[in-house]
């Protein structure tokens, strides 16, 4: 294995693989470095002498400047380096397109076409309460619905997206609640859905019927609680119903073009933005590529990167959706009077990540090279194939059921760190580092560490798109095989 990785030629740092020891000698570009201080995996090491002032770049990108003297063969990390992240900005439109690099295979996967023409990855059984209130009775229903039912086949699972909201809330709060769970509700995955209400509450179950819109009426049931004698009864009668018209489900060949993917990061460290963001980026330049459409959320972690994905804009007015996107955020911030660089966390700084711009340019790396073709704001459901940009926070559980209630089928998360959880659709892991994968096998799905064991990225991407196939077409990942599936919806104003 290699001591270093140098990821840019114009980096004064180069990525520690390995652990690095007190005079160890490293050659970058045929010079010589003696290392002068312990150098953890992941952490970044200076190059040449990095002045006090003078930016430290990564990814031929500042990701902040040296807050003293940084000498050869020192860390650089955050007792020396700070963000060069300020408020507000103004931005211009210099539009910089590469080529993608693949071809339409014509490939397809096992799917579930729907009654609008919308495709499925799951056929699943779902109560969506409309307030937190009845999470406990959506139990019941369940538990007495398998009593009776035994095999719950066609369907694949069944479960409550159980969350605390949908009462006493207002203004965006209330909003952001009814918007989340109506995308759920009419969600591809979901063969069949049961809206659970109260009766009480102010997400009225007749409002919320009516912004739903046109849907299915023999897979989409509602029940107020309060209106009947018996709500396990009535709530096990219709999802019998929609059992009975589910009956002939089955999956069929779909073109790739249908998918609709979340690119997601959590728990990064120092090489998230060298292995499995990158697979991550060059996968959806893939999809996209095939037809088929990508996301890129957690708004906060484009900070410092937002120009890179700026240039790539469609147009004028997908540009200035993103300033917007990008400012609405930092104003958001700054309205709470919090500072719009307090990232990256504990745990990302344990894993060599400095500053946000350090982060972010390793987090956009998901996004690949194609153009940006639409911005979403929170609760927007997808709308052009392609790249889109999604308004959500960094939040794990927060970003993830936005990427889901989007429209995304899949959500894709690396991590350096790890995390067992999972959204309301199949949330796989892949781990940027080897001995996170064997370790955390139970989480992990997918490893990408191995692209700094000598792994090509052209074979480490087959292998990776073939198991996206896999999935899409009925393989469980780990947060599934667990059970661990949650909701959380973005909250940011008074509770009553």
Known sequence: MKAFIKIHEQDNVVVAVRKLEINEEIFVNDCSIQIKEVIEKGHKVAINRILHGEN???????????????????????????????????????????????????????????????????????????????????????????????????????????????????????????????????HPNAGGVLVLGLGCENNDIEEFKEALGDYNTSRIKFLRSQEVSDEVEEGVNRLLEIFEDAKDDHREDVPLSEL????????????????????????????????????????????????????????????????????????????????????????????????????????????????????????????????????????????STALAASGCQLVLFTTGRGTPFGTFVPTMKISTNTQLYETKRHWIDFNAGTLIEQQSHDDLLQEFITYIIQVASGEYVNNEKNDFREIAIFKTGVTL
């Open 56 to 186: 430290v770049i990564k990814y031929g990108f500042p990701i902040g400047h040296a807050t003293k003297n940084i000498e050869q063969g020192c860390l650089v990390h955050t007792h020396n380096t700070k963000t060069n992240l300020s408020g507000v900005e103004e931005y211009e439109y210099h539009p910089v397109f590469q080529p993608i690099p693949f071809k339409n295979e014509y490939r397809t996967f096992k799917g579930y076409r729907r009654q609008n023409g919308e495709v499925g990855i799951r056929n699943e059984l779902w109560i969506v309460p409309t307030v937190g209130c009845v999470n406990g009775i959506a139990d019941q229903i369940i538990r007495e619905f398998k009593n009776r039912v035994g095999d719950i086949a066609p369907f694949e699972h069944i479960q409550v997206l159980k969350h605390n909201y949908g009462c006493s809330q207002l203004g965006d709060d209330h909003i952001n609640t009814r918007t989340i769970l109506l995308n759920a509700v009419k």
């Open 260 to 399: 609709k993917i979340g690119l997601k990061c959590g728990g990064s460290d120092g090489f998230s933005g060298i292995t499995a963001n990158p697979l991550l980026g060059r996968l959806s330049d893939f999809l996209v590529s095939q037809g088929a459409t990508t996301v890129l959320t957690e708004v906060p972690e484009m900070f410092g990167a937002e120009k890179i994905l700026m240039e790539r804009a469609i147009n004028v007015d997908i540009f200035e959706k993103i300033v917007e996107l990008i400012n609405d955020f930092k104003l958001y911030f700054q309205a709470h009077n919090q500072p719009v660089y307090e990232n990256p966390s504990p745990g990302n700084k344990a894993g060599g990540i400095t500053t946000l711009e350090d982060k972010s340019l390793g987090c956009t790396q998901k996004a690949g090279i194609a153009p940006v073709v639409d911005v979403l704001k929170y609760g927007e459901v997808l709308q052009t194939k392609g790249l889109n940009l999604l308004s959500a926070p960094g939040n794990d559980l927060v970003a």
